[in-house]
């Protein structure tokens, strides 16, 4: 079965019974050791089976849906009622809707044909590195499931290693060195693997123009112009199959020689396919063999001996076959060697040659026979068959052609790029590295068969054992042995397939789920539910074929006179079939009901938060009113301070109404006209003051007061209100505290009343008067005194210079007399003299 490789980009679980995988007793000792582990860690599969989020009010309605399986065509959300007698009158398309709306449309539930995701996980034990081993899931278009795959790695694999060698002239050094690594590489693998094998192959180019050069004696000895004994080019040759015979192996390597081509890439892709597929369990040849082996995937050898009896009788009558002889049980490793970049699918064309490969077996005797007839393989093609038959490759390129390559490595699964030093010193180093790297890298690929692949979708979510999970990452690194891998994968499903009959089965349809490198799968049935479960019995009710019947009107009148199927439909044979409308859904008898004859709010039927039946609205909890535009919470009039309406007011409809007609605000919270400044609670407080606060006076002024008073004694540890001070005219002073409430201003007054006498306040501007004249005394004083003590005359001489740093200034004979005269008094005028030397400007600032 051809498949395609799909890269990433509330269901019911039943177990199902599995079968007991032959020879299970007879297990190897690598795979007995681990027995009870794998047997006691049996998976527990979480599966979720998610629908569309889309509204399903208009995706199921419209267009009209005439029949079941169109309806449920249209996606997981939307269901068929097949109820007979569903709304009387009703259009047969009012039928396919969500299940909420069938049942408050009337629809039993028992009457609703709404096929569910189910999942089916056959999780028996199972000796094996992958569970579950078989999935069943039925899907309907739009829907998906997920469901989990768990890896796990085992310690000291068996290890098929098979070296693909190219043998043109430019790896003569590798290849010789190659003659002297198999041992030590067998030694250094025995630390990894409990049984290691190796196989050899070599390539070299399509053995046709303009790849070689067709001269008859070029074809023979490609090397002749260089004097050396070369073997003509070939696309592949299978020279040993995997053994454990090193000594074998050493021989084989003696004898190979160099080969040559003309242009620089090689036929590496070529020979890759074939060491992939040529192996007699995945040979189309073999299918009695394919079934029986089928079952012995991962186990001992004489488990399925008798496979090799039917091989042995095969091969002695067909001889040309041959088999690479990977071990079904083993690791199955690719060595590529080469120097050169790969021929691509299209470059066989310069050659002449337009047929696609085929991607099977194609070895006569040891050589690929349909080098010179098939196109290379694409890339695509190559990764899907190195993923079907568990197999790593592992490229050693050399330095110049690593970047060609590495280029190359993600578009292939399982595949590990090194560098071969001259002479390929670094080879040993080199494969045990890529083994340790390619066991420790865990991965899945999903294949879905080739035609039925564009109807479906997959995405896989590694969760690796780090903890780490990303979404579409389908691999996890650095895996230690025994550590275990989820994935989550989730496959989803478009369409159904076309040309199916109406009512018909539908084929199931297979995909596999591959941890790269490991020789078991995950089997997924994906079965598809394009078909209505009551269509079996023929009683879905779809749209009938036109009757033919005599006219009948009568019983399509409610009242006699009135007008038939209320001027809303048709009468039929007797009955009203209704009229449809844009607007929503006529139904009744006598098409009298409809479902949007209904209060609108915000140009919504019922506000958006109800269903319209018979004219009324139905509201969804949360939600009141004849339109259902109400909420039923109070939440929306809930004021900062927790109160509704800030107290001053009702919630109704979600929205404030104040019970003053001065308030204003979302909450009630304004009122610039109320009764809650200071100002205007004077009177109040001067009533209550003049009455003495005795018990009189203060009914008194509560009745000719909005405000309720009460009289307290310290008012400061009152903290919600205003703090406010009144001046009577006896000039006393009061303090009072306003507050609002529901029922009105709140006055509290302080019985400490602050007065003021007019003695008291000739005293106090007697002192502060007296004070300011003393200051202003005092500080005349001090500023005379500091006048006078600066008010000596002035006489300066200078009579002798001044020795600065051994330096002498001496004032010269010339000087200036300058004269300063103030007339203090006229008749005793005062005069100053000095007397300044004449210095020369380069004296003074040498």
């Known amino acids: 079965m051809e498949m395609m490789i799909v890269q990433s980009a509330v269901g019911e679980i039943h177990e199902a019974p599995g079968d007991t995988p032959p020879c299970g007793a007879a297990m190897t000792s690598w795979l007995r050791k681990y027995h009870n582990i794998i047997l006691r860690s049996v998976l527990a599969i979480t599966v979720v089976a998610l629908g569309s989020s889309h509204s399903p009010d208009k995706h199921c309605t419209l267009p009209l849906a005439a029949t079941c399986e169109e309806c449920l065509l249209r996606g997981p959300e939307c269901a068929w009622c097949f109820q007979e007698r569903f709304l009387d009158g009703a259009g047969v398309s009012e039928r396919c809707d969500s299940v909420a709306r069938l049942l408050r449309k009337g629809c039993g539930e028992e009457f609703i044909d709404n096929p569910r995701v189910k999942v089916e996980v056959n999780a028996s034990p199972s000796s094996s590195q992958v569970a579950p081993r078989d999935i069943s899931i039925l899907l309907r278009p739009g829907s998906e499931a997920s469901f989990l795959v768990e890896v796990q790695q085992l310690e000291q694999y068996p290890v098929d290693l098979y070296y693909l060698v190219d043998v043109s002239a430019s790896m003569q050094d590798n290849l010789d060195r190659l ?115 089928a079952n012995a995937v991962a186990l001992p050898s004489h488990c399925y001996k008798h496979d090799n009896t039917l091989t042995n009788k095969f091969l002695k009558e067909k001889q040309f076959l041959q088999d690479i002889g990977w071990r079904p049980e083993a690791k199955h490793l690719l060595l590529v060697m080469t120097d050169q970049p790969s021929h691509l699918a299209l470059d066989s064309k310069l050659a002449g040659i337009v047929v696609p490969h085929d991607g099977r077996c194609h070895l006569v005797g040891n050589t690929y026979s349909q080098s010179a007839n098939m196109e290379h393989p694409t890339i695509g093609q190559l990764a899907e068959k190195l993923l079907e038959n568990s197999i790593y490759s592992i490229f050693a390129v050399d330095q110049m052609q690593y970047k060609w390559y590495e280029d190359l490595v993600d578009f292939l699964p399982g595949t590990y790029l090194g ?99 490991f020789n078991e799968t995950v089997r997924v ?171 009189a006076g203060a009914r008194r002024c509560n009745a000719s007061c909005t405000a309720l008073v009460a009289f307290v004694d310290d008012i400061t540890e009152l903290i919600r209100g205003k703090y406010c001070l009144y001046q009577s005219q006896e000039h006393c002073f009061v303090r009072f505290h306003v507050q609002l409430g529901s029922q009105g201003p709140h006055l509290r007054i302080s019985r400490h009343v602050e007065c003021m006498s007019g003695r008291r306040y000739f005293q106090t501007f007697l002192s502060v008067f007296l004070l300011t004249v003393v200051l202003g005394l005092g500080i005349l004083a001090v500023a005379r005194l500091i006048l006078r003590g600066g008010g000596r005359p002035w006489n300066v001489k200078v009579s002798q210079g001044f020795n600065d740093n051994s330096k002498v200034c001496t004032p010269s004979t010339s000087e200036k007399t300058i004269t300063y005269r103030r007339d203090h008094l006229p008749e005793n005028p005062m005069e100053m003299h000095v007397h300044g030397p004449k210095t020369a400007l380069n004296e003074m600032w040498p």
């Open 179 to 293: 003659k002297t690594v198999g041992m030590t590489l067998s030694q250094r693998m025995k630390e990894h693997s409990s049984d290691f094998r190796v196989g050899f192959g070599s390539f070299v180019d399509k053995p046709v123009s303009p790849y070689i050069n067709v001269h008859p004696s070029k074809i023979i000895n490609p090397c002749s112009d260089y004097e050396v004994n070369c073997r003509p080019a070939h696309g592949f040759i299978h020279v040993l199959p995997v053994t454990e015979n090193m000594v074998e192996f050493k021989r084989v390597i003696q004898h190979q020689r160099i080969a040559g081509n003309m242009d620089t890439p090689e036929g590496g892709f070529d020979a890759m396919l074939q060491a992939a597929v040529c192996q007699v369990d995945a040979n189309p040849l073999f299918p009695s063999l394919l079934s029986q082996r």
């Open 419 to 517: 560098k071969l030093l001259p002479k390929a010193l670094n080879l040993t180093d080199l494969v045990v590295d890529a083994y340790k790297k390619l066991l420790s890298d865990v991965g899945v690929e999903v294949g879905i068969e080739d035609s039925e692949a564009h109807r479906f979708w997959v995405n896989i979510t590694a969760l690796c054992p780090n903890g780490s999970t990303v979404t579409g990452n389908s691999k996890c690194s650095n895996v230690q042995p025994s550590q275990k891998v989820l994935f989550n994968v989730t496959v989803g499903m478009r369409a159904c397939p076309s040309g199916r009959p109406v009512g018909g089965a539908t084929a199931e349809v297979t995909a596999l789920v591959r941890p790269v490198g």
């Open 525 to 695: 049935h994906l079965r598809q539910a394009c078909a209505c479960s009551c269509s079996r019995a023929g009683s879905c009710h779809n749209e009938p074929e036109p009757p033919s019947c005599a006219p009948e009107t009568d019983s399509c009148r409610k009242e006699a006179g009135g007008a038939l199927c209320s001027g809303r439909g048709t009468c039929v044979c007797g009955v009203c079939v209704c009229d449809r409308s844009n607007l929503g859904t006529i139904y009744g008898k006598y098409c009298e009901r409809d479902d949007f004859s209904c209060p609108y709010d915000r140009g919504l039927v019922c506000g958006g938060h109800g269903q319209c039946v018979s004219g009324h609205c139905l509201c969804r909890p949360g939600w009141t009113g004849e339109g259902c535009s109400c909420p039923s919470s109070t939440d929306s009039c809930a004021s900062p301070d927790g109160l509704v309406c800030s107290g001053m007011g009702e919630c109704v409809c979600g929205q404030c109404v104040c019970g003053d007609h001065r308030r204003s605000g979302r909450f009630c919270e304004k009122c610039p006209t109320c009764s809650n400044t200071c100002q205007s609670q004077w009177s109040c407080v001067d009533c209550h003051l003049s009455g003495g606060f005795d018990r």
